[in-house]
């Protein structure tokens, strides 16, 4: 992958795909963590007199303008942590985003609006997509990939554009690849990794990678359920995947015969709704109440996957151990965090809701050995797969 270094961009436009995908309340933004990660990159190239034009979505629109899910307000974060203006397009390719790329100046940074207004940004249709991306590379000279949570999508801004204009890495995406590539190759070990979040079906990929690659398998949160349940367990009203216990109970397997140690909750607090305020109370994982829904790992099941951690010498973890928006329900998440810190381990934290539980929990980001801003496309790439925007870069 060339870098941006191999770039000569001064007084050229220079359009960068960034990963601007942060959680919203209102106009408010919860967790800036992307748009700071985005940072260096937009400023290094300003700094060598380029017009910058970033590009990049923002949730879930599906190709209509849909005013809540407006760039707006990152544009005003973006100016903030990069120091500099950020002159904002209200449209995507049309006549706002035409002037704005053309009136900039060197050194001049301008933020599109949301790709996915367009429908051509996420079509399956190549000529669709093909006819929106090039639109978008109309805006600039030079295209440079950084938006590392979105590398896993075959979609216009990251997989089309990049063939049409000489191209380069950020260093965002440079680094991202460079920590996948140690969980990869020869990582040390032993080697550990936590899987939680809510549904086991948005991690089969990587579970039946991984099985084949770590010493330890940890699961905890909602997916966890699934896994009890394929042993036998009843799970009360905890979240549970029926359609996937056939293969849940394949992993169980599987891991039994390659030696993996599966490590699965002993106790979870179980409440008596899904509330923030709800009463709930430690239970065996072998005994919840039909009900009672689990929201969090108890205060046995921290102590043990802490230990299982404690000696690891390389840690991935991806997914919260509980519902940690609701504080009640965030010190399995916590406890979890907190023993990646304290194994000094090559610990690396992947997945938008953990990222955003570590800095929600106020957590010293620099605990760990890095905290990746995609979640999907890390796992993706543990999965082994071959990711677009990556490959669109390589050549
Ligand atoms: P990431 O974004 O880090 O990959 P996921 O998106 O897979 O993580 O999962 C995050 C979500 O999982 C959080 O919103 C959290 O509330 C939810 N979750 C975790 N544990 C539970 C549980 N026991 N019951 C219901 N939801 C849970
Ligand atoms: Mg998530």
Redesign the pocket.
């Known amino acids: 992958m060339r870098t941006i270094d191999s770039l000569d961009v001064q007084g050229r436009r220079v359009l960068v795909r960034a990963d601007l995908n942060v959680p919203l309340d209102g106009d408010t933004i919860t967790d800036d963590g992307r748009i700071r990660a985005s940072v260096p990159t937009i400023s290094e190239l300003a700094g060598r007199g380029a017009r910058v034009i970033v590009c990049a979505h923002l949730g879930r629109p599906k190709g209509k303008v849909a005013p809540e899910f407006s760039l707006a307000p990152v544009a005003a974060r973006l100016g903030e942590l990069l120091g500099r203006p950020v002159k904002f397009a209200t449209d995507v390719v049309g006549d706002s985003a035409r002037a704005t790329a053309e009136g900039l100046a060197d050194g001049e940074v301008a933020l599109l609006e949301n790709l996915r207004f367009e429908p051509g940004e996420e079509s399956k249709d190549d000529a669709v997509r093909g006819e929106f991306a090039g639109r978008l590379a109309g805006l600039a000279e030079l295209y440079v990939g950084d938006g590392f949570g979105a590398v896993h999508r075959k979609h216009a801004s990251v997989y089309d554009v990049p063939g049409l204009l000489p191209h380069a890495a950020g260093g965002l995406i440079v680094a991202e690849v460079e920590v996948l590539k140690k969980l990869t190759e020869q990582p040390a070990r032993p080697y550990a990794v936590v899987l939680?979040?809510?549904?086991v079906s948005?991690?089969l990929g990587v579970i039946a990678n991984l099985l084949g690659k770590v010493d330890r398998l940890i699961v905890?949160?909602?997916m966890?359920?699934t896994f009890l349940k394929a042993q036998g367990h009843e799970v009360g009203r905890?979240?549970l995947q029926e359609d996937q216990l056939d293969q849940v109970r394949g992993f169980i397997a599987e891991a039994d015969k390659r030696g993996v140690e599966l490590v699965l909750p002993v106790d979870?607090l179980a409440a008596t709704e899904?509330a923030e305020d709800a009463p709930h109370e430690a239970v065996a994982a072998t005994a919840i109440p039909a009900d009672r829904?689990?929201?969090?790992i108890g205060p046995k099941t921290r102590e043990l996957f802490a230990a299982k951690l404690a000696d690891a010498e390389t840690v991935f973890w991806?997914?919260?151990?509980?519902?940690?928006?609701f504080d009640a329900?965030s010190g399995g998440t916590r406890a979890v965090a907190q023993a990646l810190i304290d194994s000094g381990a090559f610990s690396v934290v992947?997945?938008?809701?953990?990222?955003?539980?570590v800095r929600k929990l106020g957590l010293p980001e620099d605990g760990f050995s890095h905290i990746s801003t995609g979640?999907?496309a890390s796992?993706e790439y543990l999965e082994g797969k071959t990711l677009p925007g990556l490959a669109a870069l390589e050549d």
């Open positions: 939680g979040g809510a549904k948005d991690k905890g949160g909602g966890a359920y905890s979240l979870v899904f829904e689990g929201l969090d991806n997914g919260p151990m509980g519902v940690f928006e329900f992947g997945g938008g809701d953990s990222a955003a539980a979640g999907g796992l």
